[in-house]
């Protein structure tokens, strides 16, 4: 069984109230840390209803996504509803091995809260392991409190759903170095 990194990009932080602009999966051998695989799909944005929903995103999260390109994506995907991505996406884990899998990535209770309040969420978590989860975010937490144990891997900053699995892996992989060395 691989391993599923999953990093959500969303309007906000309110699963109840924002919604999800992209769903990127990177699936890993748990081996080595390789990348076997992985995909990307961009929410469909309609530029009517984008505008009365521009209006309640907050200037921060509007200016990220407007400089890294994901909004303009958005307007410009053909994605019909997230219904279908949550398929496609289910599809793409059990393809690659990963159904049965952890759902691993940094702060992903983030990630599983909106695909719970999603209602075709569901089609992707269906395959995950419902209560465990590898979050590497709790490693940067360790690394903050006790710098001595262990040295913070550090964070990028791109805010688009693959390039934060992809760190994601990367600050795993530099963790696992120093807790393990070359052992894995």
């Not at 019909?80 to 992903?108: K, M, P, Q, T």
């Not at 390039?163 to 696992?176: N, P």
Request: glycine letters at 8%.
């Amino acid at each position: 069984m691989n391993l599923v990194f999953l990093d959500l990009e969303t309007t906000g932080l309110d699963p109840m109230r924002d919604m999800i602009l992209e769903t990127g999966i990177v699936i890993v051998n748990p081996s080595d840390l390789s990348v076997i695989t992985s995909k990307n799909w961009v929410s469909h944005l309609d530029p009517n209803f984008s505008r009365a929903l521009w209006s309640r995103v907050s200037l921060k999260v509007r200016q990220m996504h407007v400089d890294n390109g994901l909004w303009k994506e958005c307007l410009e995907s053909d994605r019909e509803s997230y219904r279908h991505i949550a398929n496609e996406a289910a599809a793409f884990i059990r393809e690659n091995d990963g159904w049965g899998s952890y759902l691993c990535g940094n702060s992903v209770h983030f990630d599983r809260s909106f695909l719970q309040a999603n209602p075709s969420g569901g089609a992707i978590l269906e395959g995950l392991h419902s209560h465990r989860h590898l979050d590497v975010s709790s490693l940067n937490v360790i690394s903050e409190i006790w710098p001595a144990l262990l040295v913070n891997a550090g964070k990028g900053e791109a805010h688009r759903a693959i390039e934060d699995c992809l760190d994601s892996i990367r600050q795993l992989t530099f963790y696992l170095t120093q807790v393990l060395g070359d052992g894995r």
